[in-house]
Nanobody, 114 residues
C-alpha cells in the first residue's frame, strides 16, 4: 500500500487549502482513511477520519472548518481546510486505517501565517 499526499503550502490565517492523498496497491474498500498532523514538539494527532460506511469524525479543534471526503473512483481522500489558523501549522499525514495495521503516507507541510 502506498499513499501520496499533496496540497500543503503557506497560507495566511483565514485562508484555505485542500490536501489530497492518493493510494495505490491498496486493499479494496479500505476500512477507513484518515488525516493526522504533527506540530513541532507535539505528538501526532488525528484530525479527521472517514470510514467505509461514510461516517466521519473530527478532532474538536477543526470541527466546522475542515471537511474530509473521498473519491473512490480515484482512490483519493481529501481534506478541505477552511478558516485556517496559525495553530493549524503542522506536517499533515494521510493514513489508511485497517484493523491491526495502519499505512502512512509521507507528510505535507501546512504553514499558516498570522
Amino acid at each position: 500500500v502506498q499513499l501520496q499526499a499533496s496540497g500543503g503550502g503557506l497560507v495566511q490565517a483565514g485562508g484555505s487549502l485542500r490536501l489530497s492523498c492518493t493510494t495505490s496497491g491498496n486493499i479494496f474498500s479500505p476500512n477507513a482513511m484518515g488525516w493526522y498532523r504533527q506540530a513541532p514538539g507535539k505528538q501526532r494527532e488525528l484530525v479527521a477520519r472517514i470510514f467505509r460506511s461514510g461516517y466521519r469524525n473530527y478532532v474538536d479543534s477543526v470541527k466546522g472548518r475542515f471537511t474530509i471526503s473521498r473519491d473512490n473512483a480515484k482512490n483519493t481522500v481529501y481534506l478541505q481546510m477552511n478558516s485556517l489558523r496559525p495553530e493549524d501549522t503542522a506536517v499533515y499525514y494521510c493514513a489508511q486505517l485497517e484493523i491491526g495495521q495502519t499505512y502512512w503516507g509521507q507528510g505535507t507541510q501546512v504553514t499558516v501565517s498570522s
